[in-house]
């Protein structure tokens, strides 16, 4: 079976696609000032245009890992979250305490989701 790897470097790959499966994962990357708040919604606005590279969208992401810095900004992140999933449609997910590669980050997301749907 054959794998999809979109925007691959030596380090890592954009997206992962395998047996209709698509791997990847987001961090901030316009506004790293932003509270947790605004770094969510800059996680999930970069993972529609990811979703969308892959003929999919929101309601067909199966899973999610989310690594916060501080469990403190819970709440924050789970304010963005429930409001940009559709009612019955969020995903199994886990929230992970971690340092994260850049000191700014305060969230990064790893997403699992059906790819060629859309």
Partial sequence: MSIQRINPTNLWSDITVHNGVAYFVEVPETDLDADIRGQVQ??????????????????????????????????????????????????????????????????????VAVAGVA
């Fill in 42 to 111: 800059q996680v999930l606005e970069q993972a529609e245009r990811s979703l969308k590279k892959i003929g999919s969208d929101k309601s067909h992401v199966l899973s999610a890992t989310i690594y916060l810095t501080d469990f403190s900004n819970m709440a924050g992140l789970n304010q963005v979250w429930e409001s940009w999933f559709e009612q019955g449609t969020a995903p199994s997910r886990a929230c992970v305490k971690a340092e994260l590669a850049n000191p700014r980050y305060l969230v990064e997301v790893a997403f």
